[in-house]
C-alpha cells in the first residue's frame, strides 16, 4: 500500500489497520514456519506497510476527517 494512500486514512481506519496487518503476518510466518507459505514475498510487504502505518501514526501525518 502506497504512503499517499494511507496519510488518506483516519487515525482510527490506520489502527484497524495495523491490527489486520499484525494478524496476517503472524499467520504468514505460522505458514512459513511449517514450510506451507506460497507468497514469500508478502511478508517484507507485511512488514514494510506496519511500519509506514506506524511512521504516519507517529507523524500525525493522517486525515484529520
Do not use: N, P
Not at 482510527?12 to 505460522?30: C, I, N, S
Request: cysteine-free; aromatic content about 4%.
Amino acid at each position: 500500500m502506497k504512503t499517499k494512500e494511507l496519510r488518506e486514512r483516519t487515525r482510527e481506519e490506520l489502527e484497524e489497520l495495523y491490527d489486520d496487518l499484525r494478524e496476517e503476518l503472524f499467520k504468514l510466518r505460522a505458514q512459513r514456519a511449517v514450510s506451507q507459505l506460497e507468497k514469500s514475498h508478502r511478508v517484507k510487504e507485511v512488514r514494510r506497510t506496519i511500519a509506514r502505518v506506524l511512521t504516519i501514526l507517529e507523524d500525525g501525518g493522517y486525515s484529520h476527517a
